[in-house]
T-cell receptor
Framework: AQSVTQPDIHITVSEGASLELRCNYSYGATPYLFWYVQSPGQGLQLLLKYFSGDTLVQGIKGFEAEFKRSQSSFNLRKPSVHWSDAAEYFC???????????FGKGTSLLVTP | GAVVSQHPSRVICKSGTSVKIECRSL??????MFWYRQFPKQSLMLMAT?????????EQGVEKDKFLINHASLTLSTLTVTSAHPEDSSFYIC???????????FGPGTRLTVL
């Protein structure tokens, strides 16, 4: 069955530390891959996306993600976390143009001083 | 700027009443739009695909008679929650796809609270 897995429900990091949020997918073919961030009570903001080409994708706010076909993963990283990065992060996949996205359950990021 | 808007952003209603949520594509004629629902502390779940000029396609477990979707124009899709109950309280988010790739543009969401 097609699925998106975010293994970590909660992650706590210190401000200035590095961050990696995991995302694994199970699809028959390489899907389109996305990372979104959601602040409390807010809508979704697209951080970055992967369709094809360079497997290391740069996004907004200093985030990057790497697509690894062999591991069916699309992990999100940031070298130095800021307190304002505290939010809910969702990995999502889509199959083809015009299809809805399938979201992971999300990872809640807490940033400590 | 925003390419998808939703109205209202928040609504509180009494149990048994109906609530209409509008989703507008501001910069693109969208033949297809999507409605998602997000319960507190949970992920977004696709409810239905709204198709301009034809019936919506509902996901398994979503009652089509309860969640009425109308996509009468290329820029507007509406979701009506009929006879709302407290368990329908949720964050409803619409989106549209656009361009050559499967990029989704999400609205800001509508927070529905049913008393």
């Amino acid at each position: 069955a097609q699925s998106v897995t975010q293994p970590d429900i909660h992650i706590t990091v210190s401000e200035g530390a590095s961050l990696e949020l995991r995302c694994n997918y199970s699809y028959g073919a390489t899907p389109y891959l996305f990372w979104y961030v959601q602040s409390p009570g807010q809508g979704l903001q697209l951080l970055l996306k992967y369709f094809s080409g360079d497997t290391l994708v740069q996004g907004i706010k200093g985030f990057e993600a790497e697509f690894k076909r062999s591991q069916s993963s699309f992990n999100l990283r940031k070298p130095s976390v800021h307190w304002s990065d505290a939010a809910e992060y969702f990995c999502a996949v889509g199959l083809t143009s015009g299809y809805a996205l399938n979201f992971g359950k999300g990872t809640s990021l807490l940033v400590t001083p | 700027g925003a390419v998808v808007s939703q109205h209202p952003s928040r609504v509180i209603c009494k149990s048994g009443t109906s609530v209409k949520i509008e989703c507008r594509s501001l910069d693109f004629q969208a033949t297809t739009m999507f409605w998602y629902r997000q319960f507190p502390k949970q992920s977004l779940m696709l409810m239905a695909t709204s198709n301009e000029g034809s019936k919506a396609t509902y996901e398994q477990g979503v009652e089509k008679d309860k969640f009425l979707i109308n996509h009468a124009s290329l820029t507007l899709s509406t979701l009506t929650v009929t006879s709302a109950h407290p368990e329908d309280s949720s964050f409803y988010i619409c989106s549209r796809s656009g361009g050559a790739k499967n990029e989704q543009f999400f609205g800001p969401g509508t927070r529905l609270t049913v008393l």
